[in-house]
């Protein structure tokens, strides 16, 4: 099994920034592949963006040359730095992590943009 735990989350004003981390603990081995995923009040979740234990990143392109993927292999950590943040980026941040057919959700942060 494997628990993965979100922080980060918060209020900012439009044009802000946050960062998110997710921490995977468990039973950890192996290539996978982490990201983020978020669902707006009444919207299916979306994707994000995700990067694989080789670096290779992915993004939606509503958030592309905002948000900015990241990993520390060491520490089974994602990151996601959220700079110019719009009002339309307000979710509830999930992250993720697949590993062949295993797959792990985390609860959830909050992430509200004021406009």
């Known amino acids: 099994q494997v628990q993965l735990v979100e922080s980060g989350g918060g209020l900012v004003q439009a044009g802000g920034s946050l960062r998110l981390s997710c921490r995977a603990s468990?039973?950890?081995?192996?290539?996978?592949?982490m990201g983020w995923y978020r669902q707006a009040p009444g919207k299916q979740r979306e994707f994000v963006a995700d990067?694989?234990?080789?670096?290779?990143?992915n993004y939606a392109d509503s958030v592309k040359g905002r948000f900015t993927i990241s990993r520390d292999n060491a520490k089974n950590t994602v990151f996601l730095q959220m700079n110019s943040l719009k009002p339309e980026d307000t979710a509830v941040y999930y992250c993720?992590?697949?590993?062949?057919?295993?797959?792990?959700w985390g609860q959830g942060t909050q992430v509200t943009v004021s406009s």
């Open positions: 993720r992590r697949r590993r062949g057919s295993n797959d792990y």
């Open positions: 468990g039973t950890i081995f192996g290539i996978n592949v």
């Open positions: 990067i694989n234990s080789g670096g290779t990143t």
